[in-house]
């Protein structure tokens, strides 16, 4: 074991910064493939920490695939995370909004070319060449800036407005869109604008990356479990500055907020003054009912709306939008001021180019349908088998739902084997797991492998389950 | 007056935490041009603060032209801030790198078209617009991506790489290098990877927006004055973590370090266990000697190498570079992971595509003629009265110095009533400023601009100095 040092003085908790130190050990060859890591109990006592800090770090460890669990013989290192380190640095696997952390990939995987199917990635396979092409040339129309912009190109707030009114029912201003680097950006910028040591609200389970933006800028993230129908608004705890939420398509378990819930949460928030982040991840592709109205309509004052192009597009562009009440924007054009960060305007000047010629509506009609027919092949694939899938009426990604988490590491370990990745349901709890699944996105892949990667997927079902 | 509200839980000093507040009231409208501000007695005791809070207040208000002092009768608004808040927001203004806020801009000037001659606005005329085109177009040529990328896309790190070759004479590996979103977002991610309540130094004058972006992750810190040669490295106080400098063309004063220092400050990081953060500010833009050796180039092991394309090309492209050592760079990239927040790839494409071409090469030798053609007119223009300028050996900018305070806001006020903007040095001290003059950037107007507003600062220095 390579010695760690951990550090009480940051608000980064311990098990994090203990899996990042494995992780990192690993990556740059100190622990090697094969390695049996000391003991839950023995490595709390060399650290001088509690036995549950080292237990979450090894089952984060575990569900991300780097270590597995021999019953009786201890923790072993099954691979090694690709390293942005030491030498000539690798270039970065896992995704920008949605994935967290390079998961599972099993030398079998990596050898034959696996096929992720980990969520999060756009479906850039239906983007069509020349309208993107068209895009960047309109692009260069505008001369260089000569000013830095802390607002975002207006040809690009139009083009959000237009967007949002189309596809989201939502009216809104040019005056109240910010442009973003993209949503997890947009959080860590939210982060930064409220008070230091500040509660705020995350869903349980819920989107990892949010969770530690808001945890970096010193605040106090409080998970709120979901009950059936998502966020259980009365069950937020008192004193929040803010409640993150994925209503449209909530990530990772994928349900819808209903309707009531929507306009209690609005409620809440207006009568206990905090605000709401609706992050409007996968808003724009149902495929079931039509869009329920966006927490943002019901309540623009309290209410802050995120959204990006990531996922309908392509994380190259590297822009989203925020649509907040004034106090809310000048406090982030404030935070903008002082540390001069601003979001890069050529992904902006590419999006609004793509917008103004009708490219980008032509672009979301064929994504519906691409997506529809992928999740059509994913529900006849692994539905068949009886097994429950959850959360598959919106967006790119559905869960397969599990008896437990011993199933959950050995359906990732047996589709691994299978050169196909995927995602537990794990991570995605701030603290004990209560649900076991995978997550499976069907965007990423290019639409001929998605069929043999499905076969796969089912195949490792039915080992696990011991199905035939 | 408005009611204000000082926040003394976070690190934002109370006087910039006043004059934000007073800004923003006269941006809303609650305080008007022509409004009398109490004086700084009466509004210490009205929030209990000290007098040195409301009167450093008071001061940088003064410097950015937003209210005047009249002798006797107080200090009153003069000119309201473009808002971001309530309402459309308007486009920013103030510069990205190296300008901090709106400037004084009176009535007078805004009416009649006024001269921007702030520092830190690039010379976006010389760049040719066939080039540019051409650059969007290349940068097409590449697919939408799948997938993030912590790191930066490969042939702009490729081009950076050349470009440090060519142009500052620094072999470097493209795996040393990371892809930014520009100078003061490095400075922020640098910030973030070091324990908070560290001991940062910083030149005094220096860029106020490092030691904002210092400040807001949670930094101490220390500025550390400038003799006749530049920073003192002797002067530095034990227990740093880092020091932030600017050693090609120190921001403000505009002095080279000389070899002997480079090679001490670097010695002293190594002993005392610090990193150099080096924001080679103009470093492409010399006009007498040989670029000195990069402070990079002299410790790799304690040197943070910072770049940016915005001074050099334009801030649209929103892009930058950061050459580190294994161990900074793996910390940036943990950070990165753990925020989800990336460079933005559009602009590095674009970056790439004009590097490939030979365009930028050329870019660059166009522009060291066109600003060698302009610094020679600045300097015939002022240096004629004997005025004393410092720092005109390189980049865009030179400082005209006065004798103390008041002739700087004078003459700041008396080229803003002949439609010139210029930027006051005191604003770029921490502490109480020990030099006096004006910091005058000639790169951002258009060449037909120059010479009239270069006559209007010169006829400004003679009123306020009172020759003919």
């Known amino acids: 074991m390579p010695p760690i040092v951990l550090d009480r003085a940051t608000d980064v908790p311990l098990a994090v910064q203990l899996a990042d130190a494995l992780r990192a050990a690993a990556a740059s060859g100190s622990l090697r493939v094969g390695d049996r890591l000391p003991s839950t109990r023995v490595l709390a006592a060399d650290l001088a920490v509690s036995r549950t800090v080292t237990a979450a770090a090894y089952e984060q460890l575990l569900a991300e695939g ?10 072993y290192v099954t691979a090694a995370p690709p390293v942005g380190g030491a030498g000539p640095v690798a270039p970065a696997r896992g995704s920008d909004e949605r994935r967290v952390r390079p998961a599972q990939w099993d030398e079998r995987a990596t050898r034959t070319g696996g096929v992720d199917l980990r969520a999060g990635t756009p479906c850039v396979e239906v983007l069509d060449r020349a ?26 707030r139009a083009a959000v407005v237009e967007h949002l009114l189309r596809h989201r029912g939502m009216p809104a201003d040019p005056g109240a869109v910010l442009a973003t680097s993209g949503s997890t950006s947009a959080i860590a910028e939210l982060a930064a604008t409220l008070p230091r040591g500040a509660r705020v609200a995350v869903e349980e389970p819920g989107y990892q990356r949010a969770r530690w933006a808001l945890q970096a800028a010193g605040l106090h993230v409080l998970p709120v479990p979901l009950d059936g129908r998502g966020l259980d608004v009365a069950a937020l705890p008192a004193g929040l500055a803010a409640v993150y939420c994925t209503p449209a398509h909530q990530y990772p378990l994928g349900a ?22 609706e992050d409007d991840y996968d ?7 039509a869009p329920l109205p966006l927490l943002a309509s019901l309540g623009p004052d309290v209410v802050v709306h995120l ?20 106090a809310v924007r000048a406090a982030l054009l404030r935070h903008r001021e002082r540390t001069g960060q601003r979001p890069s305007r050529a992904g902006q000047r590419v999006f609004a180019a793509l917008a103004a010629h009708g490219d980008l509506a ?31 009426r919106a967006g790119a990604h559905l869960v397969v739902g599990l008896p437990g988490a011993a199933e959950e590491v050995a359906v990732l370990a047996a589709a691994a084997r299978r050169g196909v990745l995927l995602d ?22 290019a639409r001929s492998q998605l069929e043999p990667a499905l076969a796969g997927v089912t195949a490792a079902v039915r080992e696990v389950l011991g199905r035939p």
């Open 66 to 75: 780097w270590v597995q669990g021999r019953r009786g013989s201890g923790t």
């Open 131 to 156: 309208a993107w092409r068209r895009a960047w040339r309109a692009a260069a129309d505008a001369p260089p800036d000569a000013e830095p912009d802390a607002v975002g190109v207006a040809a690009f």
């Open 256 to 277: 819808l907020l209903p309707a009531d819930r929507r306009v209690a949460l609005v409620e809440r928030a207006r009568a206990d003054g905090f605000l709401v982040i």
């Open 283 to 289: 808003g724009e592709l149902r495929f079931d009912v």
């Open 307 to 326: 959204g990006t192009v990531s996922k309908i597009l392509t994380p190259t562009l590297g822009a989203g939008w925020i649509v907040a009440a004034p």
């Open 362 to 392: 032509r672009h979301l009609r064929r994504l519906r349908t691409e997506l529809g027919a992928r999740r059509a092949a994913v529900v006849s694939a692994l539905g068949a088998d009886g097994v429950p899938l959850r959360g598959d």
């Open 424 to 445: 537990g349901l794990a991570r995605h709890f701030a603290g004990a797991p209560t649900a076991a699944g995978v997550v499976l996105g069907y965007a990423g892949p």
